[in-house]
Nanobody, 113 residues
Framework: VQLQASGGGLVQAGGSLRLSCAAS????????MGWYRQAPGKQRELVAM???????NYVDSVQGRFTISRDSAKNTVILQMNSLKTEDTAVYYC????????WGEGTQVTVSS
């Protein structure tokens, strides 16, 4: 499984960004897709995950601001990030779980004050 993320960038606090992650390869093995993030000097943390059945899980700090969705036809998972805060600044990593855990390259999200 290969994961290609896109959509990071620089935005002011209160703004929005949309991250996309396209999966290719052995996608039938994937049961869950989502996003982690890692800020400078901090451990990587789960941001949001979505199962094939539609169940979602969010870290408390993004609940109500971020929405994860999946475009099955395009094998893509999308993270819509609204009301962004400076503390959301991090490198965001797409991940997929199947036979094992797969990771995409990170995409930088920077939220300025």
């Amino acid at each position: 499984v290969q994961l290609q993320a896109s959509g990071g960038g620089l935005v002011q606090a209160g703004g929005s960004l949309r991250l996309s992650c396209a999966a290719s390869g052995s996608i039938l093995s994937i049961s869950t897709m989502g996003w982690y993030r890692q800020a400078p000097g901090k451990q990587r943390e789960l941001v949001a995950m979505r199962t094939n059945g539609g169940s979602t899980n969010y870290v408390d700090s993004v609940q109500g601001r971020f929405t994860i969705s999946r475009d099955s036809a395009k094998n893509t998972v999308i993270l819509q990030m609204n009301s962004l805060k400076t503390e959301d600044t991090a490198v965001y990593y797409c991940t997929a779980r199947g036979a094992r855990v797969y990771w995409g390259e990170g995409t930088q999200v920077t939220v300025s004050s």
